[in-house]
C-alpha cells in the first residue's frame, strides 16, 4: 500500500452548497442523467505520463516535484509509481486509467527487456485493478521521447526504427488486450517533418498508411475488441505532423480504406492548436462516423503552445458535451484529462484537487448539454433554421437526378429572390448561458 496520499480520504459528493475544496459539488456519480449515471457518461480516467512520470520540467528549467519515486529507472520504483497511482485512482474515484509503456516501466537494454518488463508490470496492474475495481481505458506506446524516433517512428527513413515500431506497438498491444483495455491509441507526434528539404512525403505517408493497416490486421488477429484510436495533433513536437486534425485523419484513412476500423481521440487542446474549437472537432467525427474518445484538457489561451492545464471552462465543457451526447455518447471511449499540474503546484494534494476540479467541470458541462438536448433549446431553433429543406422541392435538388441546369431553369422560372433571414447567434449563446 502507498502511504503518498496518506491524509487524503475517498473524494465524495457534497452538491452545490459545498466549501470543501476536496468534494465533488456536481460529479455525482451514481445520479441518473437520462438513461445512464453520471459515472456512466462520463467515463473519466486518469492519465499515467503527466501525474506520475513528468517531474515539472520546462525548457528553462528541470524537475520541480518531488515524488518518493523518482527518477523511477528501476522496477522497484516502478512498482512504487503503481502502487501511488492506484491510490490516487481509489482516491477519486475514477473508473478507468491510461498509459504508455514507457510510463510504467524503465525501458530495457534491449527491445526483449523492455517487453519483459513490460509484462511484469501488467502483471502486477492486474492484480491491482482485480483488487480495485478500476479499468483500462487505452493503452498506447511512447514513440516520441526517445532520440531513435527524432526522424520519426513508422515514418522514419530508417527501416530499423519502423521494425522497432512494429515490435514495440505489437507489445503494447498485447498488453492492452491482456488487461481488457477498452481502446489502443496511436498519437504520432513524430509523425511528420521539420522540413521538406530532407523528408519523401509521399514515402512518409506511405509507410504510416501501411503500419496503420498492420496495427487493425493484427488487432482482429489477436481478437481485440477494443477501438483502434488516431489522436489528431498539428503540431509540436513536428512541425507538421502529418495527423493535423480529424478531417484530415478522415482523408488518410479514407485513403488506406481504414475509415470504418479506426476512430479518432479528440483532445481539447490539439483542437485549438489546429485553429479549430473543441465542439467543432467532434462534431466533425460525429458525422464522419470516427467519434471514439476525448483527451479532456485546455490550453492556455495567450500563449499559443500545448500547456495540458485542466479544464475550467463549463461553456467549453457544455459545448463540448453536447456535441458528445449528439454523437450517441461513448461507447468504448471516454474522458481522459491529458492535463497536468503547473510546475509550482508541488503537493499530493494538488494532484487530486486538480483532478477533482476537472471532474466536476466535465460534470457540470454534461449536466448542461443533457438539459439543453432534453429542452430541444438549440436544436429547435436549428430546426426552424433548416426547416425550408424539408419542402419536396428542396429535397428533390439533393436527389440523384437532379442537375445543375434543370435547378438552374427552375430558379429562372420562378425568378427566386432569396431573402435574408438572421442568424441569431447572440440569441443563442444566451440560451447557452442560461444552462450553465
Ligand atoms: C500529446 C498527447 C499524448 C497522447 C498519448 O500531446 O496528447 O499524451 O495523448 O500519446
Ligand atoms: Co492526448
Not at 129 to 141: H, I, N, R, V
Not at 334 to 341: S, V, Y
Request: proline letters at 4%; aromatic letters at 12%; a negative charge.
Amino acid at each position: 500500500m502507498s502511504q503518498y496520499f496518506a491524509d487524503l480520504q475517498p473524494i465524495t459528493f457534497e452538491g452545490r452548497d459545498s466549501t470543501n475544496p476536496l468534494a465533488f459539488r456536481h460529479y455525482d456519480a451514481t445520479a441518473m442523467l437520462g438513461d445512464r449515471t453520471m459515472a456512466e457518461h462520463l467515463r473519466f480516467a486518469v492519465c499515467y505520463w503527466h501525474n506520475f512520470v513528468w517531474d515539472g520540467s520546462d525548457p528553462f528549467g528541470g524537475q520541480t516535484f518531488d515524488r518518493p519515486w523518482f527518477p523511477a529507472d528501476t522496477m522497484d520504483q516502478a512498482r512504487q509509481k503503481a502502487d501511488a497511482a492506484f491510490e490516487m485512482f481509489r482516491i477519486l474515484g475514477v473508473p478507468y486509467f491510461c498509459f504508455h509503456d514507457h510510463d510504467v516501466r524503465p525501458e530495457g537494454d534491449t527491445l526483449a527487456e523492455s517487453h519483459e518488463r513490460l509484462n511484469e508490470i501488467a502483471d502486477y496492474f492486474e492484480q491491482k485493478m482485480e483488487d480495485g475495481g478500476q479499468k483500462l481505458l487505452w493503452g498506447t506506446a511512447n514513440m516520441f521521447s526517445n532520440r531513435r524516433y527524432m526522424s520519426g517512428a513508422a515514418t522514419n527513413p530508417d527501416p530499423d526504427v519502423f521494425a522497432y515500431c512494429a515490435s514495440t506497438v505489437k507489445a503494447c498491444m498485447d498488453v492492452t488486450h491482456r488487461l481488457h483495455g477498452e481502446n489502443y491509441v496511436l498519437w504520432g507526434g513524430r509523425e511528420g517533418y521539420e522540413s521538406l528539404l530532407n523528408t519523401d512525403l509521399d514515402r512518409e505517408l506511405e509507410q504510416m498508411g501501411r503500419f496503420l493497416s498492420m496495427v487493425v490486421e493484427y488487432k482482429h488477429k489477436i481478437g481485440f475488441k477494443g477501438a483502434i484510436l488516431i489522436e489528431p495533433k498539428p503540431q509540436e513536437p513536428t512541425k507538421h505532423q502529418y495527423d493535423y486534425d480529424v478531417a484530415t485523419v478522415y482523408g488518410f484513412l479514407k485513403r488506406f480504406g481504414l475509415e470504418d476500423e479506426v476512430k479518432v481521440n479528440v483532445e481539447q487542446g490539439h483542437a485549438i492548436l489546429a485553429g479549430h474549437s473543441f465542439e467543432h472537432e467532434l462534431a466533425m467525427a460525429r458525422t464522419l462516423g470516427i467519434f471514439g474518445s476525448i483527451d479532456m484538457n485546455r490550453n492556455d489561451y495567450q500563449s499559443g503552445w500545448d500547456t495540458d492545464q485542466f479544464p475550467n471552462s463549463p461553456g467549453e465543457a457544455a459545448l463540448a458535451y453536447y456535441e458528445v451526447l449528439r454523437a450517441g455518447g461513448f461507447t468504448t471511449g471516454g474522458t481522459n484529462f491529458d492535463a497536468k499540474l503547473r510546475r509550482q503546484s508541488l503537493d499530493a494534494e494538488d494532484l487530486i484537487a486538480a483532478h477533482v476540479g476537472g471532474m466536476d467541470i466535465c460534470a457540470r458541462g454534461l449536466i448542461s448539454a443533457h438539459a439543453m438536448i432534453e429542452d430541444d433549446a438549440l436544436e429547435g431553433p436549428r430546426r426552424v433554421r433548416y426547416a425550408g429543406w424539408e419542402g419536396e422541392a428542396a429535397q428533390a435538388m439533393l436527389a440523384k437526378g437532379a442537375t445543375l441546369d434543370g435547378i438552374a431553369a427552375d430558379a429562372e422560372a420562378r425568378d427566386v429572390n432569396p431573402q435574408p433571414v438572421s442568424g441569431a447567434q447572440e440569441k443563442l449563446e444566451n440560451i447557452v448561458n442560461r444552462y450553465l
